[in-house]
């Protein structure tokens, strides 16, 4: 029995069909991920769209030939005009000079009208009906049923599996020369591959995957698994080789979810599975670990909250220098640096870090907070001097610089500019420079 | 009126209408680099259908519009988001929301259909189109979208055209971009849904694209380009109608696209300058002319040491001069001489010739433009001596007479140019060295 053959599956207590349906599924799903990948990276996720629904009239064509449903006529038929659709979008793009993209829509609708046409002409004949293309007949295809060795598969899983384990084998073999060609084409054929040729492959494999799997699970979600498992992985890993084992998984997983939540409802199969897919890419962009939105968020966030710091504790430097004896109430302090939500944080931070104090009536620095502070309000008034003297800035032009750049300069950044000023005692507007004592880190005078 | 029954006139009008509005509309699209939206307008339309329906519970082709109008947006901008917000690029981002969303509508659909009425929706019309059973209501709501549409590109045509070219300097003058970006999005929407039950799902990403492409090969003027798109448009609509009419009942909405692409085809061979066929004659003639310079230019250098006396140059001498095939300089030679600027000295068989009268001006011409620039090589660009006769044998061909006079001026006030004369190359005239160059 196929369960016992693939423990995993027992796991569900899935019956005949729907170990058929699952399987087939996750074969598909793994082809279409794993040349999804390189798709991705060479910015041709829309090839493959365009191919699926171009080999319409290489379909028709292998029948119109052979009069039979057989699918190898069909296979060689649409892997010749899934060819012929990238190669027709190139001739267009360089010869024609046909913007890319315009060329595609151009060269996939047109073949795709050719092919409605077509099989308009043979349905009569024959139960190939454009709609069959887009949606599949999972559950039917599912009942036919071969015998390989002494066990019964249906016969998707069998084709299936074969392409899937070509697509494997494409991928291991070519994978050095598929890398290259993704990340740089022209540094591919310095080193002797031929980009186009490897192109060429690429396209022959996700018109084989789109044919083979189109009477099954039809092109809808052929389409979804080129794109969005790959764009899915991208979102998680910068390495390749990880991309390609996400993106696989994530093929899995909406196979195997897709038909949990379909089933019940008696929803399309494959239109669900394309669902989760685009499911798990919207989690992958909101949670992926360094690209994710949150994440990205969360690091804009950390620095919006470091620069005002900072601002609350030069503010107070200054504050101490114009009026030492009075202490700067705390929401006098939040209004200046424009009130809201961070300003707060930010002061609550400082307080709780040490850096400031809470004194009778309001905030001031702490010694630990004073040293941070005559560290910026230094670069401040520092990078103000070198504005104007080696850069010849106007007075009037040098505050709005020196408040961002305050955050930016590192020790050596200070040192350089003190240096390139000559050290000066006070800044352009008259205010001293603080020196180093007192300071912990060191500022880079020359005595 | 003309032998057509009533139906198929109006299948007529609102196919070509919609392609009319289809091919202005998407010119824009087309312009924009932003071909594939209308493909995944189209696809993202699903969903809304099956809901408007859902929660409508019959067929309505307004509240249908709604719905697809709305979830087209939804799916604009979700393409918008995931190419500014994320490091998904915009093809990645156009092909998600086509398929993810279709699924979902193809879930939907599967929904509906189990449903007791769902048979009734005809949402699967949606998905190849039944041009066939259009009825006056579809008619009125192309005729209300075209009208909507070509008024809002007339009062917007200035917006639109500086969006279109300019993104960013349209922002600076203050025009309102991202309001201006959106209408022109929801034209495209509108237009889309209005021409899904009639022609489906892929077909009418063809009607926006193919219109579009196949103008732009006539024309580098907005106007022009939308005109013509328009067109071409209501063309293939009217045609591919027509067509399907004619012939033995083939589905119109693959028709009209296949007209369009006939004209796409036609366009991209036949149009002036930017046409293929035009483009291999402009760069034949191209061809053409330089190897006659270059022939003149090696009949003057071969006979320099001797003027103003003419010199009789074998063809063998031309051969080595510039490292061309005996065949090549034949060809070469023949049609200089049909147009009298070299003439064969003795016998036709002795492979003599000499330049005429004419040949020898046209050749001192050559010449001087070709040391003109060498000198400006060598003198501002500090190009060393030895390597500026390659250079210089490129750019000869293409210089226009303005940048010569220029040239001229410039070089003859340093003192370095003889005034209307030929003057000596910079650089020795080695035969050898030449013709190693030429076939490097």
Redesign the interface.
């Given at each position: 029995m196929p369960q016992s053959l693939l423990p995993i599956f027992a796991l569900f207590e899935y019956d005949k069909i729907s170990f058929a349906i699952v399987a087939t599924a996750i074969l598909v799903n793994v082809s279409c991920a794993l040349l999804g990948c390189f798709l991705l990276l060479r910015r041709m996720s829309l090839l493959g769209d365009a191919i699926s629904h171009a080999i319409l009239p290489g379909l028709a064509l292998g029948f119109m030939l052979t009069q039979s449903r057989a699918i190898w006529p069909m296979l060689a038929g649409a892997m010749f005009v899934g060819v012929l659709t990238a190669l027709l979008t190139q001739v267009l793009t360089r010869w024609a000079r046909v913007p890319e993209d315009a060329a595609m829509g151009v060269v996939f609708t047109s073949l795709f009208a050719i092919g409605v046409i077509m099989i308009h002409r043979v349905a009569r004949q024959v139960d190939l009906d454009a709609s069959c293309v887009l949606y599949g007949m999972l559950e039917t295809a599912a009942m036919d049923t071969t015998t390989v060795a002494g066990v019964t598969l249906p016969r998707t899983v069998l084709t299936m599996g074969i392409v899937c384990a070509l697509v494997i084998v494409f991928v291991v073999l070519l994978w050095k020369e598929l890398k290259i060609v993704s990340f740089d084409p022209d540094l591919a054929t310095t080193q002797g591959i031929n980009a186009n040729v490897i192109h060429y492959l690429l396209m022959s494999m996700v018109a084989a995957v789109t044919v083979a799997a189109f009477e099954a699970v039809g092109s809808i979600l052929v389409v979804a698994m080129l794109i969005a498992p790959a764009a899915a992985a991208s979102m998680l890993t910068d390495r390749m080789s990880i991309m390609l084992l996400i993106a696989a998984l994530c093929g899995i997983a909406s196979a195997v979810i897709g038909r949990e939540i379909a089933y019940p409802l008696g929803a399309s199969v494959p239109g669900m599975m394309s669902v989760v897919a685009g499911a798990i890419f919207t989690l992958a962009v909101i949670f992926g670990p360094s690209h994710g939105l949150l994440i990205k968020a969360l690091r804009r966030w950390k620095l919006s909250l470091r620069i005002v710091r900072e601002d609350v504790l030069s503010m107070l430097y200054r504050w101490d220098e114009i009026s030492p004896e009075r202490a700067l109430q705390r929401s006098q302090a939040q209004a200046a640096l424009g009130g809201g939500l961070l300003p707060r944080f930010a002061i609550w931070d400082l307080l709780r870090d040490g850096r400031i104090k809470r004194e009778a009536d309001g905030v001031a620095l702490t010694e630990r907070g004073r040293r941070q502070a005559q560290t910026l309000v230094k670069s401040h008034r520092l990078w103000e001097a070198y504005l104007q003297k080696v850069l010849g800035f106007p007075a009037d032009h040098l505050h709005a610089s020196a408040d961002r750049t305050e955050h930016f300069m590192n020790e050596g950044l200070v040192r350089q500019v003190a240096d390139a000023v000559d050290n000066p005692r006070i800044d352009p507007h008259g205010k001293p420079i603080p020196r180093r004592e007192g300071s912990r880190v060191d500022l880079g005078e020359k005595e | 009126m003309f032998g057509l029954q009533y139906n198929t006139l109006l299948v007529i009008a609102g196919t070509g209408l919609l392609g009319l509005s289809a091919g202005v509309i998407g010119a824009f699209a087309?312009l924009r680099?932003?071909?594939?939206m209308?493909?995944a307008l189209s696809h993202a339309a699903l969903p809304g259908l099956c809901i408007a329906f859902m929660l409508y519970g019959e067929r309505n082709f307004l509240v249908f519009m709604i719905g697809a109008v709305i979830s087209g947006v939804i799916g604009v901008l979700c393409v918008s988001l995931?190419r500014h917000?994320?490091?998904?690029?915009e093809?990645?981002a156009?092909?998600?929301v086509?398929?993810?969303f279709?699924?979902?509508?193809?879930?939907?659909?599967?929904?509906i259909q189990?449903q007791r009425n769902g048979q009734q929706a005809g949402l699967?019309s949606y998905?190849?189109g039944q041009t066939a059973s259009m009825v006056m209501q579809d008619l009125a709501t192309i005729i209300g979208v075209t009208l909507l549409t070509l008024l809002i590109l007339l009062l917007f045509y200035k917006e639109f055209k500086i969006l279109s070219f300019d993104r960013e300097f349209a922002a600076v003058q203050g025009w309102p971009t991202l309001f201006l970006d959106l209408a022109m999005m929801v034209l495209l929407v509108i237009t889309t849904v209005a021409g899904l039950p009639a022609v489906g799902v892929?077909?009418m990403?063809?009607l926006l694209?193919?219109p579009?492409?196949s103008a732009?090969?006539w024309t580098d003027r907005l106007d022009k380009l939308l005109l013509l798109a328009g067109l071409f448009g209501l063309l293939s609509g009217v045609i591919g109608t027509l067509l399907s009419d004619k012939l033995d009942d083939?589905?119109a909405?693959?028709?009209i696209?296949?007209s369009g692409?006939i004209i796409?085809f036609l366009s991209?061979l036949f149009a002036p300058r930017?046409g293929?066929i035009s483009r291999v004659l402009q760069h034949l003639a191209l061809r053409g002319r330089v190897a006659r310079q270059n022939l003149l230019r090696s009949f003057y250098e071969l006979s320099e040491p001797d003027l103003p006396a003419l010199k009789t140059v074998s063809t063998e001498a031309l051969v080595h001069h510039r490292g061309w095939t005996l065949g090549e300089v034949k060809r070469l030679l023949n049609s200089a001489q049909a147009e009298k600027q070299i003439e064969p000295v003795g016998a036709s068989d002795a492979h003599q010739w000499r330049l005429t009268a004419a040949g020898l001006s046209a050749a001192a011409d050559v010449v001087r433009v070709h040391r003109l620039w060498e000198i400006f090589l060598i003198e501002h660009a500090d190009i060393a001596p030895d390597h500026v006769d390659r250079d210089a044998d490129q750019i000869e061909h293409i210089l226009s007479p303005e940048l010569i006079a220029r040239l001229e001026s410039h070089l003859f006030n340093a003192g370095r140019w003889p005034k209307a004369a030929v003057p000596a190359s910079p650089h020795k005239i080695d035969a050898g060295v030449m013709s190693a160059k030429e076939s490097a």
């Open positions: - | 087309v680099r932003r071909a594939l209308g493909d995931l917000h994320t490091r998904i690029k093809d990645a156009i092909g998600l086509l398929s993810v279709y699924g979902a509508g193809i879930v939907l659909l599967s929904i189990r699967e998905l190849f892929v077909l990403a063809a694209i193919i579009g492409v732009r090969f083939l589905p909405g693959p028709v696209v296949l692409s796409f991209m930017r293929v």
